[in-house]
């Protein structure tokens, strides 16, 4: 009878019903067929359990500040700041694609958001100014991965909640890594420039720095208010969002872009993103409840001491398992599937759950950029007209040096680290 539960989600899913019940059908269908139909019981104080946590309440307050900022007319302040620093330069306007995605991520804290704004605003300039539909296309998602990284960051508060771990402390943990990878674009970008002899933009066209910075200061102060009030103590992580939510609003008025209207269309997807993963961590949470009952964390650790994997090689493999499922998972629903399954063992092993949670949200963000069905290529293939496939082959060098910076995250924990450490807020 167990084997039908796998068969029975299989349907479920292909029928088209959400995945959130298909988790959830499929645990209680394994609750019965497991001989713990009795456990049901005291299931929704499990359920509870799993969402009555303090740091959650930061989630729906960040993704409404996000919603209000794209929606208030940031994009084009952020793109002419990053024109006046870099644009100057040879392949000038793909460096500003990586760096808008910097500040981008420090606004929205997503991918698929970061790249739907890109690929309407800066691809048709890149490509009106000689750049191939293919490249400009294949970096905006590439850039976009920087999104769920550098604080504030859904995901991380998401993971956050899951391990009982420090959103602060991910929120630093994330910085570097963030920059790193925003480095390393560039660098690729740079190679490109001078291979391709791609265009730099023309003086005529720079936009004047000093107006150009002052007119973008609303936008930065978002980031800075953020993790500002929390790495100094004066907020903690659900209070910043509050007041993001706030300066939100003021960046919308001073840009002119929010209207009534706007706000509403941004009130009603913060409540359907905020419950689309609510209900997935509670369909989770009976999962969860399951394999606790049915020890499935203590025997995926035998099964890695039989197999003879020691930290390095289980962690290799672990980054295998969550590359491959962001490449067809949505990422809070991997990490709620996979982190409460797979972390401990790492954790037993000696991994940092700071560092952890950095590598294994970076790891899921390269599945948004790796077919056969990453969503931020769907995002830009969809918004620009580009062929899926084109666009997939022209992103691969991007998700090669998005991988080797994995890599380096993975063999120098110091890297994620070094900031936590430095403000007390992880293991030295």
């Not at 799993?50 to 960040?62: E, G, R």
């Not at 991380?156 to 994330?174: C, E, N, P, R």
């Not at 398992?321 to 996979?338: E, H, N, S, T, Y």
Request: aromatic content about 8%.
């Amino acid at each position: 009878m167990l084997a039908l539960v796998p068969v029975l989600a299989l349907i479920l899913l292909t029928s088209g019903l959400a995945i959130a019940y298909v988790i959830g059908g499929a645990a209680v269908v394994t609750f019965v067929a497991t001989d713990n139909a009795r456990y049901l019981a005291i299931l929704p104080q499990q359920i509870f359990s799993k969402i009555d946590v303090f740091a959650l309440m930061a989630m729906p307050l960040f993704i409404l500040a996000g919603e209000l900022m794209n929606r208030g007319g940031i994009t084009s302040a952020l793109i002419n700041l990053s024109m006046a620093l870099v644009g100057r330069l040879k392949g000038g306007l793909g460096h500003v694609n990586v760096l808008t995605s910097v500040f981008f991520a420090g606004i929205s804290g997503s991918a698929v958001a970061d790249s739907a704004a890109l690929s309407n605003t800066l691809v048709p300039e890149m490509t009106r100014r000689g750049y191939s539909l293919t490249y400009a296309g294949a970096i905006t998602a590439a850039s976009s991965v920087i999104g769920p990284i550098v604080p504030p960051s859904i995901i991380l508060i998401f993971y956050g909640a899951l391990m009982q771990t420090s959103v602060t402390a991910l929120f630093l943990a994330g910085i570097v890594p963030g920059l790193l990878l925003a480095a390393s674009l560039i660098a690729l970008n740079t190679f490109y420039a001078w291979r391709d002899d791609l265009p730099s933009v023309a003086r005529a066209d720079m936009p004047p720095f000093l107006p150009t910075l002052i007119r973008s200061i609303p936008a930065l102060a978002l980031p800075v208010i953020i993790l500002g009030g929390i790495v100094f103590g004066w907020m903690t992580p659900t209070e910043a969002a509050a007041v993001a939510v706030v300066t939100a609003l003021f960046a919308g008025w001073f840009y002119e872009g929010l209207t009534a209207a706007s706000i509403l269309e941004g009130l009603r997807r913060t409540a359907m993103l905020s419950g689309s993963i609510f209900i997935i961590i509670c369909a989770v949470s009976a999962l969860g409840h399951l394999g606790a009952l049915e020890r499935i964390p203590e025997a995926i650790s035998d099964l890695v001491t039989s197999l003879g994997l020691g930290p390095v090689g289980y962690m290799i493999t672990l980054n295998v398992i969550f590359i491959v499922a962001g490449m067809v998972l949505d990422i809070p629903v991997a990490l709620a599937l996979l982190v409460p399954l797979l972390a401990p063992v790492a954790l037993a092993q000696g991994a940092d759950p700071v560092h952890l949670g950095i590598v294994l949200s970076f790891n899921l963000c390269i599945g948004l950029i790796s077919p056969p069905m990453g969503g931020c290529l769907l995002v830009v293939s969809t918004v620009t007209g580009l062929n899926y496939w084109k666009l997939a082959r022209a992103i691969l060098p991007f998700v090669l040096v998005e991988i080797i910076v994995l890599g380096l995250l993975v063999a120098f924990p110091q890297i994620s680290l070094a900031l936590p450490q430095a403000f007390g807020l992880a293991g030295g």
